[in-house]
C-alpha cells in the first residue's frame, strides 16, 4: 500500500515549455487535490476532484489544467510554464469528506 | 485576505514543556479545522481535527480547542518531544470539506533538548 505517489519528484522547465505531473493512490478515495506551496505561505488549492470524471477550481487555477479518467489518477498540466509557477505541488486525496486528506511527498518545479 | 492566519512564524519550547500553537480565522462559515504537521521534503500529514459544534478534541499528547466566538484555536502538545520539531499547519473548511481546505501559512515548531 504506497499511499498517494507523485511523478516526478524534481522538474526544472524552461519559461513556455509544458510538462504533466502525475498523481496516483492505492486507497481508493474519491476526492483528489492538487496544492501548490510557496515559500512562507502555506497550501494553496489549484484544483481537485470529487470523482472520477470530475473536476473543479479551486483558489488558484490559473495557468493549470487537470483530468481525472480514472478514480486512481489525477494530472495536472503547465501548458506554457512561467517562472511564478516555480513551486512545491502536493497532491492529496480523501476518502469520503475533504478533511483528512493524505498528502504525497511532492513535487519540486523550478521555472527558468 | 487571508481566511486562515498563524501570526507566529516560529515557536521554540523546551523539551518536556507545553507547545501552544495558534490560529485565528475570519471566515465565519468554517466548521471544521485540522492540524497537519508538515517534516522537511515530505508531504503534510493529518494530526487532530474538531468540528465546530466542539470546544475541545483531545488525542493523546495532542488537544485542539476551540473558541468560535473568537474565531482562534489552538493546538496544545503536552509534553513536548524532539520528534515534534515540525511546521506545523491550521487548516479549515466549509461543510464536509470536499472543495479543499483553506490552510494558514505555518508555524515552525522548534523543541530543544
Known amino acids: 500500500n504506497a499511499g498517494v505517489t507523485q511523478t516526478p519528484k524534481f522538474r526544472v522547465l524552461k519559461t513556455g515549455q509544458s510538462m504533466t505531473l502525475l498523481c496516483a493512490q492505492d486507497?481508493?478515495?474519491?476526492?483528489m487535490y492538487w496544492y501548490r506551496q510557496d515559500p512562507g505561505m502555506g497550501l494553496r488549492l489549484i484544483h481537485y476532484?470529487?470523482?472520477?470524471?470530475?473536476?473543479a477550481k479551486g483558489e488558484v487555477p490559473d495557468g493549470y489544467n487537470v483530468s481525472r479518467l480514472k478514480k486512481q489518477n489525477f494530472l495536472l498540466g503547465l501548458e506554457s510554464a512561467a517562472p511564478s509557477q516555480t513551486s512545491v505541488y502536493f497532491c492529496?486525496?480523501?476518502?469520503?469528506?475533504?478533511?483528512?486528506?493524505?498528502f504525497g511527498p511532492g513535487t519540486r518545479l523550478t521555472v527558468t | 485576505d487571508q481566511q486562515v492566519k498563524q501570526n507566529s512564524p516560529s515557536l521554540s519550547v523546551q523539551e518536556g514543556r507545553i507547545s501552544i500553537l495558534n490560529c485565528d480565522y475570519t471566515?465565519?462559515?468554517?466548521?471544521?479545522f485540522l492540524w497537519y504537521k508538515k517534516y522537511p521534503a515530505e508531504g503534510p500529514t493529518f494530526l487532530i481535527s474538531?468540528?465546530?459544534?466542539?470546544d475541545k478534541n483531545e488525542d493523546g499528547r495532542f488537544t485542539v480547542f476551540l473558541n468560535k466566538s473568537a474565531k482562534h484555536l489552538s493546538l496544545h502538545i503536552v509534553p513536548s518531544q524532539p520528534g515534534d520539531s515540525a511546521v506545523y499547519f491550521c487548516?479549515?473548511?466549509?461543510?464536509?470539506?470536499?472543495?479543499?481546505?483553506?490552510f494558514g501559512k505555518g508555524t515552525h515548531l522548534i523543541i530543544q533538548p
Open positions: 492529496a486525496s480523501s476518502f469520503l469528506t475533504g478533511h483528512e486528506q493524505y
Open positions: 474538531i468540528s465546530s459544534i466542539k
Open positions: 471566515n465565519s462559515m468554517f466548521d471544521y
Open positions: 486507497m481508493n478515495h474519491e476526492y
Open positions: 487548516a479549515a473548511s466549509i461543510g464536509g470539506g470536499a472543495d479543499g481546505l483553506t
Open positions: 476532484s470529487v470523482g472520477e470524471g470530475t473536476t
